[in-house]
Structures are given as C-alpha cells and as structure tokens.
C-alpha cells in the first residue's frame, strides 16, 4: 500500500474551482493574501495518514513505539497531533526538551539524544522527567552520572553506537558508518559498560540506540543494522550476563522530493524491520526486544508546503533567467546546504504549460541563496504564489535570521481551515535580545 512519503504532494492537494491549488481545503492564493508570504502550510491530514500508517504497518509486533524526531518540526502544535496521535519524542536539545514540556507533552515518551549535550540541558532532561537518555560518549557517560547522583536519581540509559551501515545519502546526512561524529565504535562498548558496572551506579543500561542516515531508499540497510545491534546484545548477554530489552533503531525514511526521488513505503520498511527482528532474534537466541523508531522527515515532511511571492526577476544574456522570491536560504536552508532538490507549482497557474526554465533565486545576499535550479514551470508574472513542495521537514527548524530577515508564519490546514501555529516573527522580536552597552550609548 503506497504512503504519503511517497507523493510529492500532500494527500488533499487538489485545484478548486477558482483554477488554484487547494490543500486542505484552503485556497493557496488566499493563505498567501491571509497571513503574507513567505507561509509554511502544514496539511494536517498527511500528517494524521502517515502516524497511522506507521501505527498499521508495525500492528503485527506489539512491542514498539514510534517517537517523532522532533527536530524536523518542533513547535507545540505539533507536540499536541504527536501525543494525540500515540508517538512519544525524539528530543536533542534543551530548547526541544522545553518546548514538549511546555505543550504539556507526556515526557515518559520521550528520548533525549545527541553527540554534545550540555550540563544544564542533562539538568534539565532528568527535572522535566525526560524517560531516556541516549548517551553518545565516554565523557557524557561520566557527566551524567555525576549530574544523576547529585540528584539522587538512577537513569535510564541507551547507548548510542555506530553500527557500520553506510546508506547511500547525502555525505552530510550519514550517521551509521564508522567513521562518524555519532556514538560509541563497537569496540568501544565493553569499556562503557565496565564503568557503567563498576563506576557508574546512577546509570541504568537498558539498550542500545543507532541511526544510520536520513533520506534512505534502501530496505536492505534497516535488515542489516539490526543484525548488527542482536549481535551486539547477543555478545553482551554471554560477556556481562546482560540482557539489554529496548532496541532503538532511529529514523530516517526517506520522501519524494522530486520525481527522481523513489522512496519506499511504510508498509515495506516495517515489514523488512519486523522480518529482520525475527529473523536476528532466533539466529543469536535472543528474547525479541522491545523496539523505538524515530522517524522525522517522513512524518513532516510532505505535509508541508512553502508559499511565496514572486518578485523580480532577471534574464541573463544568453543565460538563465532567474525568478526572485520573498524567502530562501532563511527559510529553507537545505538546497544551498546539501543542493537538495525540489519541485515546485505556480499555485495560481497550476495547469499552465511547464515550458519555461527558471531559476528560483531567494532574496539573501549569498549567490548559493537558489532555491531550485534550472526547473521547469509556466512563465511566471510577478506577484504569482509560487508553492515549494516537501519543506515540512528541516524548513523551519533550520531556518535564521540571515540579513535580519524575519522567520515565516505556520498555518495548519485542515477541511478548509487555518490555524496560526507559528507567528510570523516581527521587527520587535528580532531585536529583543540586541543590548547596546552603556558605554556605546
Ligand atoms: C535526525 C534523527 C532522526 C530522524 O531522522 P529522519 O531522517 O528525519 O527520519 C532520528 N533519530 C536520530 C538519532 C536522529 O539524529
């Protein structure tokens, strides 16, 4: 059964009658003249289909929970849908561990993870009641055991190892391979858990946590890391006696960005994972354990579409021509960070004739600021809503304030409704934290 990461488009885009593109029930060319541009719009109901597709592909292996990796939207709307929804949260940061407690997000489902998590931010995962922490490193092991006796606490740990998958992705979107920013070598787990045994007393190791990569195609690298993880437990169980029940295997399903994109659906993700679960489990003779995926991009991803004006534009002689917009590398920072690629609609022209090659440039003073290169969309007028497709995930929470541009509103769209999720930013807040030193005034 296809899922929703495998259109480009999110489940209710359609063309109304007034010749535009509606998605969830809601004019594009309205939402634009609404709330201004540039505006995310959120589907509400391609977010609902694919936490249930998770939720169905995986009904047959009872033993697993899906936590919503929160750094590819984080915003307390979205912790309501993720907790109504039944997903716990992946968190990496303070800043996500108080924006979940603050939506009133139930934190016994929720992960902390991360390769450099500070004193305070460790602070605060234990006094918010953050479930588990999934350790990356010998330092980090030492800090939050110290941080966990002074509060007289046990934690519940995961270590983070890197099992030596290499996915074919984006360099820069590559966790699982060997030589990786990310987590304890395999030969570097038993000197973890000697100090977790003979040192670290306020330290509860309850499983083992990976992520091999974002943006993955492939089934066959699912199969293979969690032949890589039983074999580990299997290997701790006959060293230390150990038996090590949460296996959590990251995220990282990948969606369809343009046409050349093939992503695989949920359903055959989780039949390979459930398949390699069984499979590991009775070649090392272990109890199946109980499983966490953390998938971000997929879940976000195509629900979100990004709206924008249409400004100048210039024709080089001989060369491209090049269609300014009101937004970019600010809002949107993954085609000038990893040249990802987009499609993209004029979302009040939709049925025009695609002949023209244009190159959508962002309004940033950076000559990377292009939004799409060379792609191929009706002749575009001025003032034309122009609707980027797929920037769910990594759109706003990599966004900045690059040239003291303000960061975009967030509508949710829903049976021809808007809700504001995210306010646009205004001129105010942008300076709120500046402070002119007494002696320069
Ligand atoms: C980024 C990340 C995820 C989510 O990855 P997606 O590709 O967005 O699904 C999950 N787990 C960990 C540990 C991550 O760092």
């Not at 912790?79 to 968190?91: A, P, Q, S, V, W």
């Not at 980090?140 to 983070?160: M, P």
């Not at 032949?227 to 150990?242: A, L, Q, S, T």
């Not at 021509?321 to 499609?343: C, E, H, I």
């Amino acid at each position: 059964m296809k899922t929703a990461n495998q259109d480009i488009k999110p489940i209710t885009t359609k063309i109304n009658k007034n010749g535009n593109i509606e998605i969830g029930g809601c004019d594009l060319v309205e939402l634009a003249n609404q709330y201004g541009t540039p505006l995310y719009v959120y589907d509400e109901a391609t977010i609902r289909a694919i936490t249930k597709s998770y939720k169905d592909a995986f009904k047959t292996y009872p033993k697993i929970s899906m936590m919503f990796a929160a750094k590819a939207f984080m915003t307390k709307a979205i912790c309501k849908i993720m907790d109504e929804e039944g997903f716990g949260l992946d968190l990496c940061s303070g800043g996500e561990i108080f924006t979940a407690k603050s939506a009133g997000f139930d934190m016994s489902k929720t992960l902390f993870n991360g390769n450099n998590k500070s004193f305070d931010e460790l602070n605060l995962a234990i006094s918010s009641g953050v479930k588990t922490i999934s350790v990356d490193n010998f330092f980090e092991l030492a800090l939050l055991n110290d941080i966990a006796q002074s509060n007289n606490k046990t934690v519940r740990i995961l270590l983070r190892i890197t099992p030596g998958i290499e996915c074919h992705t984006h360099e820069y979107i590559q966790t699982g391979h060997l030589d990786s920013k990310f987590g304890f070598d395999l030969t570097q787990v038993d000197e973890a858990i000697d100090l977790i045994q003979e040192e670290y007393s306020n330290l509860n190791l309850v499983g083992l946590h990976a992520h091999i990569g974002s943006q993955i195609f492939e089934k066959q690298v699912y199969y293979d890391e969690i032949g890589v993880i039983f074999k580990e437990i299997k290997r701790i169980k006959d060293k230390y006696g150990i038996i090590l029940k949460e296996v959590n295997l990251g995220g990282g399903l990948g969606i369809k960005y343009t046409e050349d994109d093939k992503p695989i659906s949920v359903y055959e993700i989780a039949q390979t994972i459930i398949e390699s679960i069984e499979n590991h489990s009775k070649e090392y003779d272990i109890e199946e354990p109980y499983i966490f995926i953390e998938p971000g991009r997929s879940v976000v991803g195509t629900a979100g579409v990004t709206l924008y004006t249409a400004g100048s534009s210039k024709t080089v002689p001989n060369g491209r021509t090049y269609q300014a917009v009101d937004g970019g590398m600010s809002d949107n920072a993954r085609p000038s960070l990893y040249q990802a690629k987009y499609t993209a609609d004029i979302a009040n022209n939709p049925n025009g004739e695609k002949d023209t090659k244009v190159t959508i440039a962002g309004r940033h003073c950076e000559s990377g600021d292009i939004l799409a290169k060379d792609i191929m969309l009706p002749e575009i007028e001025e003032g034309d809503t122009i609707c980027f497709y797929t920037t769910g995930a990594y759109g706003y929470s990599m966004s900045s304030n690059y040239n003291r541009v303000l960061k975009p509103a967030a509508v949710l769209v829903n049976n021809g409704k808007s809700d504001i999720i995210i306010n646009r930013q205004t001129y105010e807040q942008l300076i709120q934290s500046d402070v002119i030193p007494d002696r320069l005034n």
